[in-house]
């Protein structure tokens, strides 16, 4: 595997927590893994604890409190008192289905600092034939009023792909009406279950250049009311992202079990090494794990990123997805128009089908 880095180390700022792997919804753009960490095997209260104590020590500002759905875990409220006592500002990422106005309450007296809930679509049938749920977009509304009066920031983050592409502006009318401070208008990632979906899910480049252009107006639009955050799609883009601000550089994922990844999709990478925070610190796995080590900073990089002037900047793009679409993780990220597997991305967004869904469920 690829050297370890001599690039100066920078605290990480952010930890993802993954709660839990267990999700009322079934959505098919699913970024987390094919095998989901089962019930028995999740960290208890007292692990997470420390975990985040550790987190505080490290340089950790802020935990995003994830799943699966994180209110699938009955002991939310002890962990959500937990990261407030690390001194960390707790975001907590849910699907709304599950968490009942009390429960908020009662996570907002607790410490939680701020909530994102995930919509799947402005129009309730087809938001609901998305999530592979019945009603859950009547629940995301009801949720979100309650988040925004209990004066709690509100996020909304919308999933788009083909089906739904055209409708952003519906969706950003959408957070306005339900007071957000920002939305977030993710375009699909090819990672875990998405995959498995991506002839469905894939937009075509016209939908693509469409929704760049509105997102556009629609920031001009209502500058002052909302924040649109929005990035190129990357099968469109001429370069990659620095995924998640570069490989172990700014944040740490702990998943449900225990394991500490340097991002979201690491475990799809085959041969890396990953330590668990039963064995170990936190400050110990940032420093010295081999997985955290793999690709950190540039030392790990092969032509054409090796002395590409922007591998500062991008970090040779995202990992898991060269090793998706290649086969090496220390390839160029494909969608860089510099790969010589670039090509590949070019023809796999020309592939779509519209047979249905295939759904998660755990
Ligand atoms: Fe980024 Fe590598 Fe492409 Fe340069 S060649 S832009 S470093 S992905
Ligand atoms: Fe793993 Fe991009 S999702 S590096």
Known sequence: MASVARAPLHNPLGLLAELTHRCPLGCPYCSNPLALD???????????????????????LQVHLSGGEPAARRDLLAITAAAHEAGLYCNLITSAVGLTPKRLAALATAGLDHVQISIQDSIASSADHIAGYDGA?????????????????????AVVHRANIDRIG?????????????????????????????????????????????????????RGRIVIDAVVPDYYARYPKPCGGGWARRSLNVTPAGKVL????????????????RDHSLTDIWLNSPAFNAFR???????PCMNCPRREQDF???????????GDAA?????????????LVAALSAVTEDSGYSYRRY
Not at 143 to 156: F, H, M, N, R, S
Not at 190 to 210: C, D, F, I, K, T
Not at 262 to 277: D, K, Q, R, Y
């Open 170 to 222: 519906e969706m950003v009318d959408l957070a306005l009406d339900l007071r957000a401070s920002r939305v977030e208008i993710a375009h699909v990632q090819y990672h875990g279950w998405a995959l498995a979906n991506r002839s469905r899910l894939m937009p075509s480049r016209a939908q693509v250049e469409r929704a760049l252009a509105l997102v556009e107006e629609l920031r001009h639009q209502h």
């Open 137 to 157: 977009f009547a629940r995301k509304r009801a949720l979100a009023q309650e988040v925004v009066q209990l004066d709690l920031p509100l996020t909304v983050n």
């Open 331 to 343: 390839a160029a990220d494909p969608v860089c128009h510099l790969s010589p597997a670039h090509g």
């Open 316 to 326: 040779g793009g995202c990992r898991c997805q060269a090793f998706a679409l290649t």
């Open 262 to 277: 340097p991002c979201h999709a690491a475990e799809s990478i085959t041969g890396l090494e990953f330590w668990n925070v």
């Open 297 to 303: 900073g540039t030392a790990w990089m092969k032509e």
């Open 38 to 60: 089962p019930r028995e095997d999740e960290l208890d209260t007292a692990t997470w604890t420390r975990v985040f104590r550790e987190a505080s020590a490290l340089g950790v």
